[in-house]
């Protein structure tokens, strides 16, 4: 054992200890080592002495911390820095598995699928740390570690730390930023303050030498490869292996270009063009004009952090497609500041050419954006701000582009597509909501009886379309679509049983039956809809004037997000008759665990869930070593636990219906569950599965959430009202002790508010809950279990999510910013807290979140994003 070990174990005892030596690169030394404090393996990285000495610490250490905040699945976080007994360190995870670079090594080629995607996920770690103003500066091999064939980008931000740390001294150590063979032309000729630019040049290094076994510039000599990179033209990929695509050659040359400014502007840029057959680059692109088939020129559908290039026919917005138009699907990723909020809602214009969809803006705040086919960035539409993320059940574009229909605080309002002021159409209705041809209509589900209902677009008095048949069991009719000739209107009818696809005629009132599914949408002789599973897009061909269906349902979409709510289903798709078709896939959901530095990592990389099984309601154990969570299909969710150590996954229930993990007892051995097939009550369930649930509170409207201070005995249990299966409406909070004299009497009520997620202090002696008042929720916070006083509004404009910390001290919440908060409780009479901000809330990470006993998160990321699709008619062939 040396002496540096040595010294650094001693210096570092009582956070770290050191295992083994891993490795040692030109600028750090890295070991294997146990955090003390998080039972946990990771990789301490040490500055090389002959470094440490040139570079001011303080500098160092501020630099590297910017990057600690970063989020993403595909970046490795940053968990700890600092300096000891004159050592400068850092630490990051340790993954198991290997390098690409070490991958490369054994394998010398890729396959070109692998190749692409692994291209367009690093590509995604290095868009996002972009948008954070973080630049990488070394992208290499060597600094993308394979864990179970996912990639993590590594060392973010250390050659900035080194380089602003050092500055001009680093030279007299011999080091230069950057490794030869992936430096960009402007680090090889000293440019000391490089841009994005550099790591985009850095992956188009990688993704030549993943397809061609060798780097595109190579010399016996670092001098020989920096004048190669200097002097002479990138190599075509294909001319080395003919299996290569012209657009991946293209995207290739694109990122190598000399000129930073010649290369994608952003790594999301890079990303689409993998995505985009048509891609080629500016040397040999060649007009798209030939006879009747003549192209759109390139457009590019940008959303910030991915363009999308846009191949479609020349008058793709005017005419019906030809038969022979090509076929484009690609990937619609957005930025974090005009992100999809949930699963979004969204809406197509007629002509296909403007997509406005329910986003999250730079402030948390959720809004409706437009992005058109013309436009490089969406835009907010203002007088549409403070929607709340998945309740905002339809939106709907006017048959002529000019305004948006959208529901808010109970009620449709339309609002001019470029903004303005808002006015009100009607109230006492709840979603599903379309326009007449004409746009003098606006047909749209009544809250009760829950029937469609149509009114003047201008406001104006109601009018009864459909009544549900509740002899049949019909309990409603949603999604209204009117047809062309507007002489019809196809919905959903909801029974017990499965939904249908109806059509009502409305001269006579007669009501037409269609097919079993979901969510209707009529474009170009096709009928649209979700199989009844809700699982599936579906078209048929359909006879407009009889309402009936002229042809078999074929699969357009196998994997379709967002239908299914049971409420009042969720919008996974928008469609229209130009040949465009817009939609929510399922995505990968990767179980995370979060510090309260913000720093993200995979709580198991190999374990990914698919968003179809919605995956919530995460628990964590009280030793930290388990969680509990739901896992299931909507409405047959079953309570799952996965050892956090990497051990497996284990089903716990098996009951029909729903069941969701509520609350651990102190012991680990038992847990509290709601379950059932239609309201939700309270059980106890074994944590080992060694006995059947047992019913501990049977409620006559069901349970939404539930707190329980297993030491004192107390549960506080959220309720649904029985309105909320029709109306926007929320329930009350009730006190139960089992066994010790508690009664569900007891209860925080109001006719002003909605009480919902209460949470017991660690310490029983104080409650928080949301309370929503005035179309707003915030945070509040009052005394348990005598709750009748007066209670204190943590959240100062909007709050949700409420958990208390281990130790009790704080409350954590997620603010109207999206903003993850801590509420210092430094008085108890009369009751008061100060706030601090912990980190911000990324769009594609979960507000639905456990406390783990050493104070980190564990919930789920993922990237939320749509699929375009252009000529769907060519699906159908």
Known sequence: MTDTFE????????????????????????????????????????????????????????????????????????????????????VMPYVEGESLRAKLNREGQLSVTDAVELTAKVAGALQAAHDAGVVHRDVKPANILMSRGEPLVADFGIALALEVGGGDRLTETGLSMGTPNYMSPEQATGVQHVGRATDIYALGCILYEALVGDPPFQGSTAVAVLGSILS????????????????????????????????????????????????????????????????????????????????????????????????????????????LAGTGFFDLSRDGTVLVYQGV?????????????????????????????????????????????????????????????PQEVTDSVWGSADWSPDGQWVYLRRMRPSGLTRVPSAGGAPEIVTLPDTDAGETGHVWPDVLPSGEAVVFEARSEGESRIKAVRLSSGEIVDI???????????????????????????????????????????????GIGSPLAGSVGYAVSGTGVLAYAP?????????????????????????SADGPSFFVSSPDGMRVAFRLGPRGEGDVWIKDLDGGPLSRLTYRAGEERPLAWGDDGRVLIAASGETGLDLWTVLADGSEEPRLLYDHPTGIQAASWHSQTGWIAF???????????????????????????????????????????????????????????????????????????????????????????????????????????????????????????????????????????FITTSSEPELVMVFNWQRLLQ
Do not use: C
């Open 7 to 90: 010294r650094l174990q001693a210096a570092l005892q009582d956070r770290y200890r050191l295992d083994r030596l891993l490795g040692e690169g030109g600028m750090a030394v890295v070991y294997l080592a146990h955090d003390l404090r998080h039972d946990r393996m990771v990789a301490v990285k040490v500055v090389k002495p002959e470094l440490a000495g040139a570079l001011g610490s303080d500098r160092f250490l501020r630099e590297i911390r910017t990057t600690a905040s970063l989020q993403h699945p595909h970046i490795l976080p940053l968990f700890d820095s600092g300096e000891a007994d004159g050592f400068l360190y850092y």
């Open 232 to 339: 002479d033209d990138p190599p075509l990929a294909s001319k080395q292996r003919s299996a290569v695509p012209p657009n991946v050659d293209a995207v290739i040359q694109t990122a190598l270009e000399k000129i930073p400014a010649d290369r994608f502007t952003t790594a999301a840029d890079l990303a689409a063009a993998l995505a985009d057959p048509g891609y080629r680059h500016r040397s040999n692109a060649q007009p798209a004009e030939t006879g009747q088939s003549v192209f759109w020129k390139r457009t590019a559908l940008a959303l910030a952090a991915a363009s999308v290039l846009l191949a479609a026919l020349s008058g793709w917005a005017f005419n019906r497609p030809a038969t022979d138009a090509p076929l484009f699907q690609v990937p619609l990723h957005l930025p974090d500041d005009q992100a």
């Open 361 to 421: 803006g730079r402030l948390g705040r959720t809004q409706l954006w437009v992005r058109r086919a013309t436009e490089v960035a969406s835009t907010p539409i203002t007088g549409t701000e403070g929607l709340n993320p998945g309740i905002v059940p339809d939106v709907a574009i006017s048959p002529d582009g000019a305004e948006v229909l959208f529901w808010r605080d109970g009620s449709f309002h339309v609002v001019p597509i470029t903004g303005g002021e």
């Open 515 to 561: 097919v079993a599914g979901r969510y209707p949408r009529y474009a170009d002789g096709r009928l649209f809809f979700a199989s009844p599973d809700g699982d599936r897009l579906v078209a048929a061909p359909f006879d407009v004037d009889r309402q009936t269906l002229t042809g078999d349902p074929r699969t357009v979409v196998p994997g379709l997000r």
């Open 586 to 610: 399922h995505r990968q959901v990767v179980v995370s665990m979060v510090t309260p530095q913000g720093a993200l990592l995979a709580v198991d990389p190999s374990w990914r869930l698919d």
């Open 718 to 856: 959220a309720t649904v009202l029985e309105s909320w299966i029709s109306e926007p409406e929320g329930g009350e909070i009730f006190f139960l002790r089992p066994g010790r004299g508690g009664s569900s009497d007891s209860a925080i009520s109001s006719t002003r508010s909605t009480n919902t997620s209460p949470r017991i202090s660690p310490d029983g002696t104080l409650l928080a809950h949301t309370a929503t008042e005035g179309g707003q929720t915030n945070v509040v916070l009052r005394s348990f279990p005598e709750a009748t006083g007066g209670r204190i509004q943590i959240s100062a404009d909007g709050g949700s999510s409420p958990a208390w910390a281990p130790s009790g001290s704080e409350l954590y919440y997620v603010n109207g910013d999206a903003e993850m908060m801590a509420a210092r409780v430094v008085s108890r009479s009369p009751l008061r807290v100060e706030r601090r901000r912990l980190f911000g809330m990324s769009p594609g990470l979960s507000r639905d979140f456990s406390v783990t006993p050493n104070g980190d």
